[in-house]
């Protein structure tokens, strides 16, 4: 009988990504934002138990994968993952599956519903073909930035503007001492904000005792371009406080102007597209949908040096 001949590009896209043994493959499964059930939990560890090596691996981007899996019982995992509703992700020149950190929900650093978003990206874009390269979205609550936003081609973080309401306050000083960005200084009985230093991280809104401070406004920082690899990038910043409900917008409208820029570039990322077409270019176009939010200038993806000087190299 003659041997059944792998396109090992498209099982790739599909989520399957070849092992070093004969017909093994593993299998990564889509957690959008890292979240999922315990029963869908439950699941995987069954099918990775009966199909894989009986371990799994987490990924950096919050998949989990399953090992050792022969070509043969795909699409047995694949039924059975589906009882659970879990879906296998893709990989190749797509819009990732988001990642995400806990955002507000439990988090009390947690300015925005992360997880919410990741879900609504996951929906709406994930697995669109890019033409280009891969595209990776990632959410994170608060600027801690846990889950560095900025190494994404697309990196959401929550912020919030701090509003004072001087006749509320009592003078306490507990909202200077937690600024630990310096942006409030206490003059006359009352903080004096600094907005030059603010990272919009909220700290003075949840020490206020009289709720003084509250929020003027609350949304995604995003900075973009970034991405890791052999030759990382790090993504510069184009909106402030752009809506919870407006970031898949947002992410299309990136993707369709890298879509058109890197026609006939062949595989090349976002951020190498921004360095050679300019930025300006960029924020000219997300300017047209989202004036309210972009910045009036930014700079070029940050270039991450890493290559290695031999030894006697200067
Ligand atoms: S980025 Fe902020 S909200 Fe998200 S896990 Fe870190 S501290 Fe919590
Ligand atoms: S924490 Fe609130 S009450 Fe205390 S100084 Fe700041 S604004 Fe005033
Ligand atoms: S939002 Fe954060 S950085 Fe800005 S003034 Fe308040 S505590 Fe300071």
Redesign the pocket.
């Known amino acids: 009988m003659a041997e059944q001949k792998i396109d090992l590009r498209n099982l790739k896209a599909g989520g399957f990504i070849k092992e070093r043994g004969k017909d093994l493959f593993t299998v990564r499964l889509r957690v959008p934002g890292g979240r999922l059930s315990v029963d869908r939990l439950a699941k995987i560890a069954e099918v990775a138990q009966k199909y894989g090596k009986g371990y799994v691996h987490l990924s950096v981007r919050q998949s989990i994968e399953l090992i050792n899996v022969n070509f043969a019982d795909f699409d047995a995992v694949v039924a059975e993952l589906g009882e659970e509703q879990q879906k296998v992700a893709s990989c190749g020149a797509r819009v990732r599956v988001p990642t995400a950190c806990g955002g507000c929900e439990y988090n009390p650093n947690g300015l925005v519903d992360t997880q919410k978003s990741a879900l609504e990206v996951d929906d709406k874009l994930f697995g669109t073909a890019t033409g280009h390269h891969k595209f990776k979205v990632c959410f994170a609550g608060c600027p801690f930035d846990c889950p560095k936003s900025a190494t994404n081609d697309v990196g959401f973080q929550g912020a919030v503007w701090p509003r ?1 309401e ?1 006749d ?9 001492k ?1 600024c630990t960005e310096g942006a ?1 200084a ?1 003059a006359d ?3 004096v904000f600094d907005a030059k230093k603010c990272i919009y991280c909220g700290d ?1 809104i949840k ?7 509250s929020a003027a406004k609350k949304g995604y920082t995003v900075r973009i371009g970034g991405k890791w690899g052999r030759r990382p990038l790090v993504g510069t910043l184009y909106a402030t406080f752009v809506p919870e409900e407006r970031a898949v917008d947002f992410i299309a409208a990136v993707l369709a102007w890298y879509q058109e820029k890197a026609e006939g570039a062949g595989r090349v990322r976002l951020g190498d597209i921004i360095i050679r077409e300019g930025w300006q270019s960029l924020l000219d176009h997300l300017r047209r949908d989202f004036a309210d939010f972009v910045v009036a200038e930014t700079t070029a993806p940050q270039v991450i040096v890493n290559q290695i000087p031999l030894p006697g190299q200067a």
């Open positions: 004072l001087a509320a306050c009592i003078g306490c000083g507990l909202c200077a937690s409030l206490m009985g009352k903080p003075c020490v206020c005792p009289t709720s003084a401070w």
